[in-house]
Structures are given as C-alpha cells and as structure tokens.
C-alpha cells in the first residue's frame, strides 16, 4: 500500500504558496505533494491557515505566490513574479477534477436530498437525469440515505446533511476529495457516521486531503500528516511519526493538548 | 338602491385603471427591480454606483413629484407621453427601485456556503443565480414584496393628478356631484377586498415557498 502510493501519480502539488488578506499574512510558503490514493490529514491550532490553505487548492482563496499543479496541469504558477491562473476549459477541467465538504455542509436548503445530488451532474455536465439518477441513488445508499432521497436537507441531523453533502460531491465523480473540518460542527455523537463514510472512501482508494481535529481519525485513517501552525508546515510524517515521535515541541505542545 | 348600483358601478368601472396600472407596474418593475439589484451588486463600479443613484433618486423623492416630472417636465426637452404610459413609466421605474433594495438585501442574507458549494460544484454565476440563490432569495423577500405590493394598490390613487379616472377620482366625483359620502365607503371596500386577495395570494405563495422550512 505504502509503495503503490509512494510511486503513484502526482494529484497534488503545491508549491511555496503564499497567501495575504488585507490585514493578515497567513501563509508563509507552503509546500506538500499528494499521490493517487493517498490520504493527507491536516492538523493545527485555530487560525493556523488550515481553512486558507485548503481554499487555495480549489480557488475559492487565490494565492499570492506559488504553484498548484492538480495532476500535473497547472491551478496556478508564477510568471514573472505573479501569479496567473489557468482559465476557460483547462480551469474547469482542473477545478472540476476537486469534491470538496465543508464544515457547515453547505446543502441547498431548497433542493431534496436526491435534487442536491442531480443539480451539478444536469447543470454542470449537462448529463441526462436517467444518466445520472442511478449513480446519484447509488450514492445515497452507500452514504446509508437513501431512504431520505426525498426529504429536505432541514429536516436531517447534521451527520445525515454531512453525509448527503459528501454524496453531492462524488456525483461529480471528483479524483480528489478536500475535506474542511468535516465534522466540527456536528454533536459528538453524530461524527462518528462522517468518519465512517469517509473511512469507506479511503478505503477505495480515494485520494483525500482531510483537514481535521479528529485525532484517532487521523491516526487510523492518514497515509500522511502535516502539522501546521502559524502559516507554515511545521513538521510532517506518518501517523506513527508524527503521532508517535514528534520531532517539533510545537507539535508536542499541540499534541499533549488534544489529548 | 339604483343610486347604490350606479355609484358601484361607476367605481368598477374606474377600477379598470386602477388594476391596469397596478397589474403592469408589477409585471414591469419586478423583472426590472431584480436586474437593478444584480447590477447593484456587480463587481464593476461604475456599474453599482449608477444603480445606486437610480436608486436613490427613485426612494429618496415622492413618486407624485417623479409622475409630475414624467408628464409635464419631459416634454419640455421632447419626451412626450400620453398619461397612461406616463403613469406606468413612472410607477416602473420608482417600485423597480424598491424592489431593487428589497432583492439586493435577499440576495445579500443567502450565506457564503452557498455560493462556495456551488463553485466547487462548477456552477457559473448565471447558474448558481439562477438555480441556488434567487429560489431561496424570493422565499425571504416574500413579506417585504407583499408589504410594497399592498402599497403599490394604494398609490395607484395618485394618478388622479394626470387626470385619470382611476378608482379614488371617481368616487370622489361622484362624491363632490351628489354630497354623498357612499363612494368613499365603496372605494375603500373595493381597495380593501384587493389587498385582502393580494394578501391570500401572498400566504399561498409563502406556504408553497416554505415546504421545505428552512
Ligand atoms: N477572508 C479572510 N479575510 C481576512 N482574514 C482571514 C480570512 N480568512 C481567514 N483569515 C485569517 O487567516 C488566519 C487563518 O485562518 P484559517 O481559517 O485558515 O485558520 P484555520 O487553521 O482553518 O483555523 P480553524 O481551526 O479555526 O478553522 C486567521 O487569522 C483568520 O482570521
Ligand atoms: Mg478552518
């Protein structure tokens, strides 16, 4: 498992990405890569730049400075000490090849379940509903929802939303999965029906950067951990590096803390 | 009892104007109140702050004052109309401004997520405007459009200063002619039976909008 991974195809490749708001500097040059198949978990203190960096990674933040290679087709580099994106097609391709779950799940309140799933495949790809309604209900029950296919997202617990928005996202058949504290705003009792379905994925080989606080997730689950703090990847390593023999007292400090 | 019947039907008769300017300016200044908004929350700048003028213009001045200017200022440099297209171009162009503020403020409540959610889906703007946003914008505006839509009902009556024979100027007509109050007791339950189906209509479309209550 480990060496398919380790030869695998690049997915990711960030490159010394900088990222500025108007009044912070909150990434100081970030580097990682991520192979077919492989599940990079994200730990870090609030305000670290985990969010930001995840954002950078699909666009909905731009980078300062950097590169991000999605497969080896360029997000975005630097040309002449700016940053140009891709555009038109090669955008979408490469935009279109990223699922990404959000901490508040972001559902479509006025779509059901089954309508949430169809939405992106019809409008977006413009597939055929029969197309695509097989798959959509296929996915449904994978996430164990299926029978909610017709309700609306209010009236399911926060598990179920999250379950259904993680069904949403592989409609579009994504190769890359970018997970922002999925359950961190789900009561304790309900994240443990998220971290399954995300196992699952996992475990079909499905290449996943998982930012999150769930540490007995990660450990389990990451092929790879970063710890980040203050804008910067302070150390990285597997699970039974990183977890087990912290090299940074930073990460020690953080580390004693979460337990 | 003749007296009755005749003065109901003369009131009838005036209320043709008054649902003709109504039923128009609504068809008209919806569409147009929905661009303005869009153009108010543009990225281009010279575009929003146009749009803001408008406007400004529109709610900052009594609508009397811009059908006035509509009718007897605009034909001094050429722009002449008749009194029934000068009343809608006004009407339009004021309730398009309200309704313009009322969507933008919509628009404005549907959180980040949303858009975000349906950015990494690929939506485009058109598509995410069109599928995700303005379906849940128009449930939240539902109340403030049905409070303007009512409104709009009573402003009708100020038509009569282009002298048109709307609902209120009939009846006061025929008031001023017979020394009788009766027509204003009649035009008043003819603007209160409108607003009464105006306000059902309003309640039907909030609980259709709020099937899936969010
Ligand atoms: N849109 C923004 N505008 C300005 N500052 C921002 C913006 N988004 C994030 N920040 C700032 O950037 C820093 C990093 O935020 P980020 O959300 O990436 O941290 P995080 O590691 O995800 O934290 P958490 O664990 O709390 O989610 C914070 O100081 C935050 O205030
Ligand atoms: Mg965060």
């Not at chain 1, 994106?85 to 779509?111: K, T």
């Not at chain 2, 403020?105 to 703007?125: D, N, P, V």
């Amino acid at each position: 498992m480990e060496n398919t991974i380790s030869n695998g195809e690049l997915m990711l490749e960030v490159k010394n990405i900088h990222k500025k708001f108007a009044d912070a500097d909150v990434l100081h040059g970030i580097s990682f890569t991520v192979r077919r198949g492989e599940v990079l978990v994200i730990i870090g203190p609030s305000g670290s730049g985990k969010s930001t960096m995840l954002r950078c990674l699909n666009r909905l933040e731009e980078i300062d400075k950097g590169s991000v290679q999605v497969r080896g087709e360029y997000l975005a580099k630097e040309v002449d000490g700016s940053t140009v994106y891709a555009e038109g097609d090669e955008l979408r391709h490469i935009l279109g090849s990223m699922g990404m779950v959000f901490q508040q799940f972001n559902l479509f309140p006025h779509m059901t379940v089954l309508e949430n799933l169809l939405e992106a495949p019809m409008q977006v790809k413009k597939m055929k509903r029969e197309e695509i309604l097989p798959v959509a209900e296929e996915l449904l029950r994978k996430v164990g929802l299926y029978d909610k296919k017709d309700s609306y997202p209010a009236r399911l617990s926060g598990g179920q939303q999250q379950r259904v928005a993680i069904a949403r996202a592989l409609a579009m058949n994504p190769a890359i999965m970018l997970f922002d504290e999925p359950t961190s705003a789900l009561d304790p009792e309900l994240t443990g029906e998220v971290l399954k379905t995300m196992r699952e994925l996992a475990a079909e080989h499905m290449t996943m950067v998982v930012v999150t606080h769930e540490m007995a997730f990660a450990r389990e689950v990451a092929n790879r951990v970063i710890f980040m703090a203050d804008g910067n990847i302070v150390e990285q390593g597997t699970p039974e590096e990183l977890f087990g023999a912290p090299k940074e007292e930073r990460t020690k400090a953080f580390l004693n803390n979460m337990l | 009892m003749d007296k009755l019947m005749e003065t109901t039907l003369s009131i009838l008769a005036g209320s043709k104007i008054t649902l003709e300017i109504f039923a128009a300016t609504l068809a008209m200044s919806l569409p147009l109140g929905l661009l303005a908004a869009l153009a108010r929350l543009s990225k281009i700048g010279v575009i929003s702050r146009l749009t803001e003028l408008y406007i400004w213009i529109m709610r900052g001045s009594p609508l009397m004052l811009q059908l006035l200017f509509v009718y007897f200022a605009l034909p001094l440099v050429g722009i002449k109309f008749d009194p029934l297209p000068s009343a809608l171009l006004a009407f339009t162009l004021n309730y398009a401004a309200y309704f313009a503020e009322i969507f933008r403020a919509g628009i404005q409540s549907i959180e980040r997520g949303q858009y975000e959610a349906a950015k990494t889906l690929g939506m485009t703007y058109i598509q995410t405007m069109r599928r995700i946003i303005l379906p849940q914008m128009i449930h939240r505006v539902l109340p403030p459009v049905s409070n303007e839509t009512i409104n709009l009902v009573k402003d009708t009556s100020l038509i009569y200063i282009l002298a048109m024979n709307d609902l209120l100027r009939v009846a006061r007509t025929i008031v001023q002619r017979d020394f009788d109050m009766t027509a204003f007791f009649i035009a008043g339950v003819f603007y209160l039976a409108m607003t009464a189906v105006l306000t059902w209509m309003f309640k039907k479309l909030e609980a259709h909008y709020g099937k899936y209550d969010f």
